[in-house]
């Protein structure tokens, strides 16, 4: 059983697709609905046996994150594979309804506590994994403690950087206290995935798109 966040489009959506050809039970953790209906009958039509379910999740808020982990663990006692992918990247800024900074809350903060909610299930079930999506845009990053939601002065890379360099971190952190515990196989592993022309590039200058 697999949980892929923004599992619609990109490369949550790929991620899903491989993990029903292997022949996992895919849950679409989405925000719109209608996008991952499209994505379910979009991965039924290449994977015909593809066995696929769908929970909303709004990772920019801390209230649809508490009701995804409710509506998953009424349905399930178990999850092998929590793949964090949904993000956003260099967004007008806003801010979440819990006061983060969007990509900020949306990126780390929302799926910080989704694996939280989710840890004990998967501490119970043999050999499962919690897989961050961070990139090597963290190699710019850093944590300001002193203005975390740049309400001083917003930069769109800088604060997606440090969106990364967090959910690294806790890839990093968990893992290590993971080790701590004794009587789970579980382990936490994150991943850079590389330069892909997905819907995550919507902010980016057009030419910048195009180069890349």
């Known amino acids: 059983i697999a949980i892929v966040t923004g599992s619609n489009t990109g490369l949550g959506f790929e991620t899903a697709k491989a993990l029903a050809e292997k022949e996992a039970k895919v849950i679409l953790a989405c925000r719109n609905l209608q996008k991952a209906e499209v994505a379910k009958n979009d991965i039924i039509q290449a994977v015909p046996n ?48 819990d006061g983060f900074e969007l990509q900020m809350g949306a990126n780390h903060f929302g799926h910080f506590l989704l694996t939280g909610l989710l840890l004990d299930t998967m501490l119970a079930t043999p050999n499962s994994r919690i ?8 190699k710019r990053g850093e944590i300001q403690f002193e203005d975390l ?3 001083k002065k917003y930069k769109k890379m800088p604060a997606y950087a440090q969106s990364k360099l967090a959910n690294l971190m806790f890839a990093l952190e968990l893992n290590r206290r993971l080790k701590t515990k ?31």
């Open 149 to 151: 939601h740049w309400e």
């Open 50 to 97: 593809a066995d696929i379910d769908i929970i909303q999740i709004d990772l920019s808020k801390l209230s649809s994150v508490r009701q995804f982990a409710k509506d998953f663990l009424a349905q399930y006692n178990q999850l092998d594979l929590l793949i964090n992918n949904a993000g956003v990247m260099m967004p007008p800024y806003s801010k979440t309804e």
């Open 182 to 212: 004794e009587g789970h196989s579980c382990i936490a592993v994150a991943a850079h995935p590389g330069v892909s022309n997905t819907e995550l590039a919507r902010h980016f200058p057009k030419l910048l798109v195009w180069v890349l």
């Open 131 to 138: 897989v961050a999506l961070s990139s090597i845009a963290h």
